[in-house]
């Protein structure tokens, strides 16, 4: 090495530059240029760590010569043999060439033979240090030592390292060919990436194709490298980057009320990078299966989405039984977004949740799932016009309640709005604004197809029959303005106008005596206006304190006074309501023929009354004391108390309507609260109605307690969170709906406590109170362990409704997790340990009972 050379003079360093310069010319070519700097003294002769390369001989015959320029490097020395056309790098060394790049703490270039040998070296405790990292395209690995033909681009290795797709690979001889394939002796699979692997599957003999498969010969498991008795003939392993498609291999076990199982057996297709598509099916050995197909979509800044569709066939019993029951359930799960950068003025979104009733109780699914008793879907496209004070919303609805078995579709549900917009408002204006020019209106028309019916007859013949309809416009017109600089007035008006293509009437059969019903197919249109004026302000009122923590407290009171007026549609004169005979004694109701349209119709009997509000809130302003000195901390003690009454104008007695209080606040930024009641100012009668008497005049009460309700949620978790920047929003979504699958270690603890509290009481009639709470905690207890808790308590049946331990264990490359029910209709449990990555999500071990087995 040059650093071993001592005391050359200067002339023989020229000397031997100019030697080695023409030896290089003469026998490389001309176009031969090593680019070396040099550092000299008078001592020794070093070459500076600067970038050195090799060009190619163009002088030569082509099977001679490389096709590119060799940069190397080292951080010790570079010796050059320049007879032999040898370079020797000592010291993190670097070479790249093309598209490779090794590095090492030795590394041996053989300009003549087009090869190179690297190796690592041994510190003084003996250890490996400075050990080959190579890479070529997207092939990287660490080795022992390695042996590579530039022309050829073969390779020997001595023990290596490389990471294939999700797994890794570690083998002891490997020869690397030109389409960059490896074959392996005395190699395993893993995809745990420690240097000794707790896991892996061993193997004599791999092959690792490029960007396709790896594919073993007899194999078995070793587990912290201790064999076990599970073998296999041969081993596949897909390692073709991006998307593929694929056996998706099932979970097998026993049920005790279905028998043998294979759940998740199915094929997966990877048609693109925008679109996969997984068929999946549940096998029972008596009879009962589940068909599922599975879709996610996407793409970059114009749409995104998901798509689920399942079948069930659930048997219960024996056939021969008289218990035994066959069930038929279906279920549709889409979601569909558009990128706001999509288009700016028009959007497409949907979400869709619908199907049978009993879908979730007869399949396995989460708990959340187990327990939500309605459905419901929506397909919407809106469009605005650009420069235009105008929208347009199509949209497509459906809600279901899987226990009264009530389902109502809507298609569709358009709207069109006009934005509020000022007629009087001067385009130029000069000087202060006047009354007139703050009157504002708007437009807004809904147009509404639907059909409600139970679930069982949606299909039925006479469905569509039953479809109502109709068509509403609505103009508001409304203003404000200030009057005696400190209360504001706010007068409006509102006319509104429905369409319909039918109309319910009724007519008094003398033959039958029964009251017919009759169906008026007849465009048919409903009228009506009303007016309202409101009245309000604000009182402010400031209690300061010199001393103590409490710096001010402030109360800030908005009472209203509103008055509205509508006028009594159903005179005969506006023909919307009829009056008939609705017994043999000849007794007459008034009806209107509007009562089973889609928007109603006009209000019958004329109305005006007046309604009183107040609203309150209350804050305060503690003195805290910081690095700064002493600052001021805002503290909301009670965020609204609101009060409100209405008394009709119109009516001949009873005039004054129930008290209502409602109220809310949050405490220490963890609590909220929300509480209301009623308050009746009336007596009641032996059946419990309110009559014309007032609660004071029989016993001396200003009002009775008729209903009450309080709600609080207190939550104990760290502000830090960052699920929002780790995840899309259909992965938030999905792990908001599915919580019990999603292991969060950055949260180290979490608890979420709820309860709720209802009373009504109707006269003497016996008190209905309900109160119910239920809490979700989780608490990592070490970096790697994580357990969680959640329960529901029905206070009022004295009984807990559901339950939930979940218990989640990080074992690096493994994991392990155990979800126990131990009580309520859900009752089971399922415990599992698996390997991390999919591409070996099969390895595991799997022990569960479910809620049907019991």
């Known amino acids: 090495m040059f650093s071993q050379v001592s005391k050359i003079s200067t002339p023989l360093l020229a000397l031997f530059l100019l030697v080695f310069q023409q030896f290089a010319v003469g026998s490389r070519g001309s176009d031969f240029k090593p680019e070396i700097t040099l550092s000299v003294d008078t001592d020794s002769l070093v070459i500076r760590t600067d970038t050195l390369a090799l060009a190619p001989d163009t002088n030569v015959a082509d099977d001679d010569v490389l096709k590119s320029k060799i940069h190397y490097h080292a ?77 050829t681009k073969k390779g020997k290795i001595g023990y290596v390292i490389t990471k294939e797709g999700e797994g890794y690979i570690h083998g002891e001889v490997v020869k690397k060919d030109p389409e960059n394939n490896f074959f392996i002796k005395n190699g395993l699979y893993t995809t745990c990436d420690l240097d000794t692997p707790h896991f892996a599957i061993t193997a004599n003999k791999l092959k690792v194709i490029s960007n396709n498969k790896i594919v073993t010969g007899p194999a078995y498991l070793t587990i912290e490298n201790i064999p076990t008795p599970f073998l296999i003939p041969f081993g596949f392993f897909p390692n073709k980057k991006g998307r593929s498609s694929g056996i998706i291999f099932p979970a097998f076990g026993e049920s005790t009320e279905r028998g043998f199982y294979f759940q998740h057996l199915g094929y997966y297709f990877g048609f693109s990078d925008y679109f996969n598509l997984a068929l999946t099916s549940d096998l029972y050995t008596k009879g009962s299966y589940t068909l599922d197909l599975a879709s996610i979509y996407k793409k970059r800044y114009r749409y995104s989405g998901t798509l689920r569709l399942s079948y069930a066939k659930s048997l219960t019993s024996e056939r021969e039984l008289p218990d035994f029951s066959s069930v038929e359930d279906f279920h549709v799960n889409w979601t569909h977004a558009q990128d706001p950068k999509a288009n700016p003025y028009r959007s497409f979104n949907a979400t869709v949740n619908a199907g049978t009733s009993k879908y979730y109780r007869n399949t396995i699914s989460s708990v959340n799932n187990f327990l939500s008793n309605t459905f419901s879907s929506s397909i919407a496209y809106s469009r605005s016009f650009p420069d235009k004070p105008i929208n347009l919303g199509i949209s497509l609805n459906h809600t279901q309640n899987t226990i009264t078995h009530d389902i109502r579709i809507t298609a569709p549900d358009v709207s069109f709005n006009v934005a509020r917009i000022s007629p009087f408002k001067r385009k130029h204006s000069i000087g202060a604004q006047r009354w007139f020019e703050k009157i504002g209106t708007s437009y807004s028309l809904r147009a509404t197809n639907y059909v409600q019916t139970k679930d069982s007859l949606l299909f039925k013949d006479g469905t569509l029959e039953n479809m109502q309809n109709g068509i509403q416009h609505s103009i508001p017109v409304s203003t404000s303005f200030n009057i005696l600089s400190y209360f504001t007035l706010s007068p409006s008006a509102n006319y509104t106008e429905r369409w319909y293509f039918k109309t319910t009437q009724f007519e008094w059969n003398n033959e039958l005596n029964k009251l017919d019903t009759i169906t008026v197919k007849k465009f048919q249109t409903a009228r009506d206006y009303q007016f309202s004026l409101g009245l309000n302000t604000r009182i402010y009122g400031m209690y300061q304190m010199k001393h103590g923590p409490v710096a001010a407290v402030r109360h800030v009171m908005t009472p209203t006074v509103s008055f509205g007026y509508r006028p009594d549609f159903s005179k005969p004169g506006y023909g919307y309501y009829k009056t008939i005979q609705y017994d043999t004694l000849g007794r007459t109701q008034t009806y209107s023929i509007f009562q089973n349209s889609v928007y109603g119709g006009p209000g019958g009997g004329k109305f005006g009354s007046l309604n009183f509000g107040l609203d309150n809130n209350i804050e305060m302003k503690v003195r805290t004391k910081s690095d700064t000195g002493a600052t001021m901390k805002k503290i909301k003690l009670l965020e609204s108390l609101r009060f409100g009454a209405s008394y009709n104008l119109i009516a001949d007695s009873m005039n004054w309507s129930s008290l209502s209080i409602s109220g809310r606040t949050t405490l220490f930024d963890r609590m909220s609260i929300n509480f209301g009641g009623v308050l009746d100012p009336y007596a009641f009668d032996e059946n419990n109605r309110d009559y014309n008497k007032y609660l004071k005049d029989q016993n001396g009460h200003l009002f009775r307690l008729t209903a009450a309700s309080i709600s609080t949620n207190f939550s104990i978790t760290p502000r830090k969170n960052k699920t929002s920047a780790k995840f899309s929003k259909q992965e938030i979504d999905y792990i908001n709906q599915h919580p019990e699958e999603y292991v969060d270690f950055e949260i180290p603890y979490n608890l979420t406590v709820s309860y709720t509290y209802s009373y009504s009481k109707l006269g003497n009639a016996p008190t209905v109170q309900s109160q119910s709470a239920s809490f979700n905690a989780d608490l990592s207890l070490t970096p790697r362990w994580k357990i969680g808790f959640n329960s529901w308590y029905d206070f009022t049946g004295g009984r807990f409704t559901n339950a939930g331990v979940n218990i989640y264990r990080d074992l690096h490359c493994w994991e392990m997790r155990l979800n126990w029910t131990p009580f309520g209709y859900l009752e089971g449990y399922n415990f599992q340990i698996n390997v991390k990555s999919s591409i070996l999500q099969d390895l595991k071990l799997l022990k569960k009972k479910e809620f049907y087995d019991r």
């Open 75 to 151: 951080t010790d020395s570079i010796r050059v043999d320049v007879e032999n056309e040898v370079v020797y790098l000592y010291g993190n060394a670097k070479v790249d060439y093309e598209d490779l790049h090794l590095k090492a703490n030795y590394i041996l270039i053989n300009m003549g033979k087009k090869d190179l040998y690297a190796e690592g070296s041994t510190d003084s405790t003996g250890k490996l240090i400075g050990a080959p990292e190579f890479s070529q395209a997207d092939q990287q690995f660490r080795s022992n030592s390695i042996h590579y033909n530039f022309e």
